[in-house]
């Protein structure tokens, strides 16, 4: 099994920027990939980054790409998105995920997620 909590949601305005973390416990993260996905209200999950653990290899969707940018900590076994120019579409619920899949914007591609959290951006 492995633990994903997510710290660090909350509200923002429009052109600011947040970061938020996911701690990671359990089985050996570092065979996995991390990914942060995000669900606004009515739409469906969509898949904003990923990185390669082992790697550093990253992949961004790209609505994000130039803005975010996803880093991980060894030690702490903590991943983290920055999140900077923030926009109102940025609104949502954001995840973070765990998997070994190929396809790493496939949500199915992940095996385990956080329980989420809100990140609001006020125009």
């Not at 983290?80 to 899949?101: F, H, P, V």
């Amino acid at each position: 099994q492995v633990q994903l909590v997510e710290s660090g949601g909350g509200l923002v305005q429009a052109g600011g920027s947040l970061r938020v973390s996911c701690a990671a416990s359990g089985r050996i993260v570092s065979r996995y990939a991390m990914g942060w996905f995000r669900q606004a209200p009515g739409k469906e999950r969509e898949f904003v980054a990923s990185i390669r653990w082992s790697s550093g290899w990253t992949y961004y969707a790209g609505s994000v790409k130039g803005r975010f940018t996803i880093s991980r900590d060894n030690v702490k076994t903590t991943v983290y998105l920055q999140m900077n120019s923030l926009k109102s579409e940025d609104t949502a619920i954001y995840y973070c995920a765990a998997g070994g899949g190929l396809r790493l914007e496939d949500p199915s591609a992940y095996d385990y997620w956080g329980q989420g959290m809100q990140v609001t951006v006020s125009s």
